[in-house]
T-cell receptor
Framework: EAGVAQSPRYKIIEKRQSVAFWCNPISGHATLYWYQQILGQGPKLLIQFQNNGVVDDSQLPKDRFSAERLKGVDSTLKIQPAKLEDSAVYLC?????????????FGEGSWLTVV | AQKVTQAQTEISVVEKEDVTLDCVYETRDTTYYLFWYKQPPSGELVFLIRRNSFDEQNEISGRYSWNFQKSTSSFNFTITASQVVDSAVYFCALSEAYSGGGADGLTFGKGTHLIIQP
């Protein structure tokens, strides 16, 4: 079974530029998450989708970050304009079931450097 | 308040030694899940174990074992006879039944960087 796919793996941009990350979850997984992991810290949840609806985006900096999952499968996370503090790994994850306590499977992440 | 604390930032041991990674959590819920993930240099978080709050039995999987103690709010992870391939960052995480907003995302600790020297 294929895992969570993410692209691009690495991206370097200048501050104030924009960037987009793509994620394809494990086949059949209805729940999709985007996490931000700053160097030396644990991942932090940015947004959670259930099919194509947003369950929680309370920690998403909405002035610059946006995410969508239009057909309930793939998802895109966009940052515009980027700031230096956005340098991090952006991890996409998915889960087969709704509700708390389900095992969440992660992709390899998209590494962003803002200079 | 930090909900998952991994006080050990970095641990370095020689191969074949046993090593224990500590995890202390904080929650007001009586129903919750605890997880351990491994993050090798490639970056992917690899799921290791999930344990619910009603099951305090220790678990052993090969060289890995987990000790869950509700009385001390701890969920420690032991690697027996460590190997170089065990080198990675290990994260403990908490999923609470009532985290608010309907979300069920995980709350992670800051991780412990484990270095196994040959």
């Amino acid at each position: 079974e294929a895992g969570v796919a993410q692209s691009p793996r690495y991206k370097i941009i200048e501050k104030r530029q924009s960037v987009a990350f793509w994620c394809n979850p494990i086949s059949g997984h209805a729940t999709l998450y985007w996490y931000q992991q700053i160097l030396g810290q644990g991942p932090k949840l940015l947004i959670q989708f259930q099919n194509n609806g947003v369950v929680d985006d309370s920690q998403l900096p909405k002035d610059r970050f946006s995410a969508e999952r239009l057909k309930g499968v793939d998802s895109t996370l966009k940052i515009q304009p980027a700031k230096l503090e956005d340098s991090a790994v952006y991890l996409c994850a998915s889960s087969s079931q709704t509700g708390w306590g389900n095992t969440i499977y992660f992709g390899e992440g998209s590494w962003l450097t803002v200079v | 308040a930090q909900k998952v604390t991994q006080a050990q930032t970095e641990i370095s041991v020689v191969e074949k030694e046993d090593v224990t990674l500590d995890c202390v959590y904080e929650t007001r819920d009586t129903t919750y899940y605890l997880f351990w993930y491994k993050q090798p240099p490639s970056g992917e978080l690899v799921f290791l174990i999930r344990r619910n709050s009603f099951d305090e039995q220790n678990e052993i999987s090969g060289r890995y074992s987990w000790n869950f103690q509700k009385s001390t709010s701890s969920f420690n992870f032991t690697i027996t006879a460590s190997q170089v391939v065990d080198s990675a960052v290990y994260f403990c995480a908490l999923s609470e039944a009532y985290s608010g907003g309907g979300a069920d995302g995980l709350t992670f600790g800051k991780g412990t960087h484990l270095i196994i020297q040959p």
